[in-house]
């Protein structure tokens, strides 16, 4: 067992779920503050953030409200704020992208190869929608792929490079390590490089102890020493896959962006329900939780910018 502390990753809102999924599923920018600070108290170390159409929950790229979402949480806290460029399926580069330069992040997601990520079984179960956008939204996933052409993650790169912001890069299959490494070896990134293993997605790999043990086990072929992992899971396999990412010395994301269950058939209320519980899991596994201070020392991120 590592005695590393770990780093835990408050996924926040993200772009999967929709509103008529949970009616705990932060939407408003004073919602998605309030969930992220409450998550910074609860033990999370980074936010990850993503924003929602405050009228209709919808996702969008929109800088305006990443903007005021970003600097209402600096002004409450000082968790680590890393921002979403994935956005959401569907959206153009230039969407993904538009929040990054005003909002000045510590850390933007960097998705690290393009896959099928498919959530369109989700319309099956929803009845009554609460608003005309959620169902074609979803279905629309089984047919558009997320893509992330080398060209995009390196223009992606060169962003975050600009801007001091440190990439956090998605990796939702095998192949994805070494598009890092590759990036890595012609200097366009700098080591260490921060993987955040996204099991559990539809179009990538399942979320298995196994899968998670060959992706580290990659990693560490592929890379050497020159990386740092977390990882995430999608699901009701969530629970089981982060606290074997902690046994195996690895950080963790859990949030109502990944899944918006506490346990079997229990809603999670808030974001810092699931940070909380793994704080106590992390606890009794021996690794304590890492302050914000601590995980930017560990990912080796530009000093935070000042509370505005
Ligand atoms: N919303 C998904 C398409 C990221 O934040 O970069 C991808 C996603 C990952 O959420
Ligand atoms: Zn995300």
Not at 60 to 83: S, Y
């Amino acid at each position: 067992m590592s005695e590393k502390k770990v780093i835990l990753t408050a996924a926040i809102t993200g772009a999967v779920h929709i509103p008529s999924m949970s009616p705990y599923l932060p939407i408003t920018p004073e919602q998605i503050i309030d969930e992220a600070v409450a998550a910074c108290q609860a033990g999370a170390a980074v936010a990850h953030l993503h924003t929602r159409d405050p009228r209709t929950g919808q996702p969008t790229g929109d800088p305006e409200l990443m903007r005021q979402v970003v600097d209402g949480v600096r002004a409450r806290c000082g968790v680590v704020i890393g921002i979403t460029t994935g956005g959401a399926i569907g959206m153009t580069s230039q969407e993904r992208l538009a929040a990054l330069p005003t909002a000045h992040p510590e850390l933007a997601s960097c998705n690290a190869g393009s896959v099928n990520f498919c959530f369109a079984p989700i319309a099956d179960k929803i009845k009554q929608p609460k608003f005309d956008w959620e169902i074609p939204f979803v279905k629309n996933t089984y047919q558009v792929p997320f893509a992330n052409t080398f060209q995009d993650i390196e223009d992606y790169m060169a962003i975050m490079g600009e801007h001091q912001v440190k990439p956090e890069f998605e990796v939702y299959e095998t192949g994805m390590i070494s598009n890092i490494a590759y990036f890595l070896k012609r200097g366009l990134v700098k080591a260490p490089v921060y993987l955040q293993f996204v099991l559990g997605v539809m179009g990538g790999m399942p979320a298995t102890v196994a899968n998670l043990n060959f992706l580290v086990e990659t990693a560490q072929k592929v890379l050497g020493d020159q990386f740092i992992w977390s990882c995430a899971a999608a699901g009701k396999d969530q629970f089981d896959l982060v606290t074997t990412a902690i046994c195996l010395g690895g950080n963790v994301r859990v949030g109502l962006e990944d899944n918006l269950y506490l346990s079997k058939g229990v809603l999670a209320k808030s974001n810092a329900e699931p940070i909380a519980k793994m704080k106590r899991i992390a606890e009794e596994l021996g690794r304590s939780v890492a302050t914000p201070d601590e995980a930017r020392q560990m990912l080796s991120l530009s000093p935070a910018a000042p509370a505005v």
